[in-house]
């Protein structure tokens, strides 16, 4: 039973310290292991996540390329079939073919007698294939040259995963052992892996867990005893990959929509990550405070599941979509009127009171939040428009109408530098990354925002120079062509630096540590 004080541990410690160890019973069974069935959407980009460090996002971009063609010696060519799909079965000649790979690289001791059918899980929709290998005799080490590093590792895992699906069972041995102690029964287990089947393709194993030879009757020496306390913690954050699991185990989307529901909330900010891990953000907490009650059947998770199924009767000709719209409507109607009227309540729920006073009007400021967070705001709107960035960063800056110091803000064009003393002095400045504009030489990279909200960089001197670049400029020459700049790029966790003007791909060990070390520390202290 469970040891439900210290007190009690300690006691059973002292009496087991003072026992002999005596092996009671040495058990050994053999266990087949199943090789996993090949990769679906929700499947590929969990694996993706937890073994290549891959967003769901970034998956999907590259298996969208693996998939429309990458350029090879013998032309362009499509390497993976449709990418997005809730099925696991495989056409009769990606089969044939795979079985023909499984024979020749391991030999007939790793093919199973017959094809192996992996069965698809609940309601499947549409007629894709699993996402596996177009050309299963493509194999992942003939291409390693041929496609960018990413690619190749995302092709490497689908290929794998196809093959491995079809080879033989792994085989493990379990042993048990039971050790008597004064009145207590002590167990171990130990795993080995007789044969290693399928793992062979899949291209990794389950790690060993020896037990010394022990025979019924043998006397086993104590070496170490330890009091160990534990709690009940509670469930872990979710990652991108128990996310994904968690979507489809709940029936909330489609495999189309995983990976833009989450890129969605990273967008809005409700969710950041923390190391791994997901965290909703203050927004995101909010959010959810202020949605849930006001409108529970939308925010229940069964509704989408509901909802789901709704749609499956729709498209199977048995439920009318007039029918459904109405149905859902009716209901959602009254809910939104409800909180529509009571729309000024909730801004008030949201708003926080400061002791700040308005320097237009007198009245106290409060935080509201807006688009890109939170901010402060007269309480006097719309009568009196003030506003101001809650936390003020400070730079070196001088106003060029009055000369005082200036600080960052936020507009719908980015960050620019406005005069600490705004709204009595109108000054402003471009947010400057401090770099020449390469191609005109007179003006400076400047921080700008497209009408989609994406950063980017261009020329202060626009529109004379129309020189832009999608990603953060740091001052360091090409190595390979001498354009006076790189670009910083992210791909998953990994930081490269791009060229502008020729087009070539640096790591960070390809290039000065000192000339990234001064760009990395000017970007910080602008």
Known sequence: GRIKSEEEAKKILEELEKSKFIVEEVRKTEKKIKPPPPYKTSTMQQDAASKLGFSAKY?????????????????????????????????????????????????????????????????????????????????????????????????????????????????????KVSISASDYILE???????????????????????????????????VKLELERKQTEPPRRYTEATLIQALEAKGIGRPSTYAPTISTLYERKYMEREGRYLKPTELGELVNRILIPRFPEIFDVGFTA????????????????????????????????????????????????????????GRPLVIRWGRYGKFLACSGYPECKYTKPLDEELTDEKCPVCGKPMVVRYGKNGRFLACIDYPKCPGTKPYTTGIKCPKCGKGELIERRSKKGKIFYGCSRYPECDFVVW????????????????????????????CPSCGKNFKKKDLPEEKLASAQKSEATR
């Open 306 to 361: 509901r909802m789901e199924e709704e749609l499956d009767k729709v498209e199977e000709g048995t439920y009318s979509w007039q029918e459904l719209l109405k149905d859902f409507y009716e209901r959602f109607k009254a809910e939104l009127e409800k909180v529509q009227n009571d729309v000024e309540d909730l801004k008030k729920e949201t708003m926080e009171v400061t002791e700040e006073k308005c320097p237009l009007c």
């Open 188 to 222: 171990a287990e130990g795993k080995k892996l007789l044969f290693d089947g399928f793992y062979r393709f899949l291209g990794e194993k389950p790690s060993d867990v020896l037990l010394p030879e022990l025979a019924s009757g043998d006397e086993v020496k104590l």
């Open 471 to 498: 990603g953060r400029p740091v001052e360091i020459e090409c190595p390979s062509c001498g354009f006076p700049i790189l670009v910083e790029k992210k791909r998953g966790k990994s930081t490269y630096y791009s």
């Open 59 to 175: 998956t999907m971009m590259l298996a969208q390329e693996l998939y429309e063609g990458v350029d090879l010696p013998e032309g362009r060519l499509g390497l993976i079939t449709y990418m997005r799909t809730d099925s696991v079965r495989m056409a009769d000649r990606a089969i044939a073919s795979i079985r023909e790979i499984i024979a020749s690289d391991g030999g007939e001791e790793y093919l199973p007698p017959r094809k192996r059918v992996h069965g698809d899980r609940g309601k499947v929709q549409g007629a894709h294939e699993a996402v596996r290998p177009t050309y299963p005799e493509k194999k992942p080490e003939t291409l390693r040259g041929a496609l960018k590093s990413e690619l190749f590792r995302l092709y490497n895992l689908i290929w794998r995963r196809a093959v491995a699906s079809q080879a033989k069972e792994a085989l493990q041995e379990i042993k």
